[in-house]
């Protein structure tokens, strides 16, 4: 469990996280989303034991961030932004670093070490300096050195960036895997994250939470969760079709967009996909497409954040 | 403890990893050479001793004085620029078990570097009967006047994320310590300041702890006195990481 409690971070007068309180439970998979300057390096930093607050107190698992560092860091793997290390190191050397500071048996190490050289693919690059690693690479150390230790909880900031499609896929395949019994804290500002690996998500601007709901609670609160498109074949018929849906009981408005397709958003608490659909038959309209739209997380998170950019 | 030493077998093979090491040790030994057989007329004196003015242990304040800045101000300077230091203060260790270990790595560092001027030790026996009780002497108080200046020097890396201020402040920093107890400073002050401020001064000197120590004499007070200094310096240290992670 993570508690997070009236967390604040003033900067001089600068106020980068302002009052943040939220608990993680095991299990659960965390997106941190914000735009950018919106406090999400600055939370995890704190919570990771980087940074004192100003204001507030973070429990890891019962251990005071603050008061009792040493024992909170142990249940803690964390990536930085960035993925810092030492470049003149090797990845093997690096990591057999890392497990003597965070005091792995000397037994246990060995297996450890070719665990996570294997879920990370390392293999390839274990005797090469990481300076000449590509970014890819740079960053798979970066969360080799965060799951050396099978951490409880995992903070991760920005675990995907400078990764291709296939490394973005392998690694939140990975934290997807690692998900079950741990508390893992992912910052990103990639939506589509937030979607394939967590079953949370808090969107936060000015260091402030604006919203604190799961992926699905959020596509809901789009205006196009449960909207319906359709196109039509035959472009002159466009506008009588527009005409005949908006004046169904479940439709409370559309749009057209420049290529011609029709968006239908449902009054409150309606479903219109079976009514459009009926009335589409007994028309006879052409269509070349209907489907019924999920909420789009890119939308709410600009409503949400009202084009914070801060 | 095993954090302690985790960072410093980290810290030493990383000077190994790069040019660090093999350019400090071949100018060290370079100077060390130079200073003693040209200025300070090795061969003229006709004395097979390491101890006396102009000879080999007389230089090594001046050595230090830009040598070990050049060697401590990326102790902390370069994993605040890299980001490194985020690693660093996350993993479970104490801020002291992490500067012990930087300091002690940089400390052997700088032994190994002097322990490889040991020809010059066999030269003396081959040419003479020096004091060989005395060289160890030498040798023991250059290490803990090297531990003096590595301290300071790290205590400022650890200020600041640029490495030439780094440096140029410790320069600053250790010729400070250094001074008062040269003979020309002692000089020039005892015009204007009253003795008992000269001495006192002199006496906070790396130069007078230095002197007495390679002459042979291993008095507790100099000892003591390198000891809370490296001391101070250290615990200095903690609190500016402390006090300034981020930035």
């Not at chain 1, 939220?22 to 989303?33: I, K, Q």
């Not at chain 2, 410093?8 to 130079?34: D, H, N, Q």
């Not at chain 2, 078990?97 to 190994?112: D, N, P, R, S, Y």
Request: hydrophobic content about 50%; overall charge neutral; aromatic content about 10%.
């Amino acid at each position: 469990m993570i508690e997070v409690q009236g967390l604040t971070k003033e900067y001089g007068r600068f106020r980068a996280v302002d009052d943040l309180s939220f608990r993680v439970a095991p299990g659960e998979v965390l997106g941190f989303l914000g735009p950018n300057g919106a406090g999400k390096t600055t939370t995890m930093r704190i919570v990771a034991g980087f940074l004192p607050p100003t204001a507030g107190r973070v429990l890891v698992c019962g251990s005071d961030i603050e008061t009792q560092a040493v024992a909170a860091k142990r249940r803690i793997g964390y990536l930085p932004e960035g993925a810092p290390s030492y470049p003149e190191m090797t990845p093997r050397s690096f990591l057999e670093f890392i497990a003597e500071a965070r005091g792995i048996a000397a037994s246990e190490r060995r297996k450890r070490l070719d665990e996570v050289f294997a879920l990370l693919h390392l293999d390839r690059v274990l005797e090469q300096s990481i300076d000449t690693l590509s970014k890819g690479y740079r960053r798979r150390v970066g969360l080799a050195q965060a799951l050396l230790h099978d951490p409880e909880v995992l903070i991760l900031d920005e675990p995907t960036d400078g990764l291709d499609p296939n490394q973005k896929h392998e690694v939140r395949e990975l934290i997807g895997r690692m998900a079950k019994n741990k508390i893992i804290v992912i910052s990103t500002h990639l939506l589509e994250e937030v979607e394939a690996v967590c079953n949370r998500a808090i969107i936060i601007a000015h260091g402030k939470i604006l919203a604190d709901d799961t992926p699905r609670g959020l596509e809901a609160r789009s205006r196009f969760f449960n909207a319906v498109s359709l196109k039509l074949t035959n472009p002159d018929l466009v506008p009588a079709a527009r005409n005949a849906i908006n004046l169904l009981p479940e439709v409370a408005s559309t749009e057209l967009d420049e290529k011609g397709r029709i968006t239908a958003f449902p009054a409150p608490g309606k479903l219109p996909l079976a009514p459009i659909n009926a009335l589409a038959e007994r028309q006879r309209w052409p269509l070349a497409e209907l489907h019924l739209e999920s909420g789009r997380l890119d939308e709410v998170f600009r409503s949400i954040t009202g084009g914070a950019t801060a | 403890m095993s954090g302690v030493a985790a960072v410093f077998k980290r810290e030493l093979a990383s000077y190994f990893a790069t040019p660090i090491a093999y350019v400090f040790i071949v100018i060290f030994l370079v100077l060390a050479g130079t200073f003693m057989f040209f200025f300070g007329g090795f061969y003229e004196g006709g004395q097979a001793d390491l101890s006396a003015a102009g000879s080999f242990f007389y230089w090594h304040p001046w050595l230090y004085l830009f040598l070990v800045p050049a060697l401590s101000m990326r102790l902390w300077a370069e994993e605040r620029k890299s980001g490194s230091i985020e690693l660093l203060m996350t993993l479970p260790l104490e801020v002291w078990q992490a500067v012990a270990g930087k300091f002690l790595a940089a400390w052997a560092f700088t032994a190994i570097a002097l322990f490889l001027t040991f020809p010059i030790w066999i030269t003396v026996n081959y040419l003479g009967d020096p004091d060989n009780g005395a060289i160890v002497a030498g040798y023991f108080g250059s290490i803990l006047m090297a531990g003096g200046f590595l301290a300071i020097g790290a205590c400022l890396s650890a200020a600041t994320k640029n490495q030439v201020i780094a440096f140029i402040l410790s320069v600053v920093a250790c010729f400070l310590m250094l001074a008062p107890g040269l003979g020309v400073a002692q000089q020039l002050l005892s015009g204007i300041a009253p003795q008992w401020l000269v001495d006192g001064l002199a006496s906070l000197s790396f130069q007078t702890h230095f002197e007495y120590i390679s002459k042979g004499v291993i008095d507790l007070r100099d000892l003591l006195y390198f000891a809370l200094l490296i001391g101070a310096c250290l615990y200095a240290n903690t609190i500016v990481l402390e006090l300034k992670k981020a930035d």
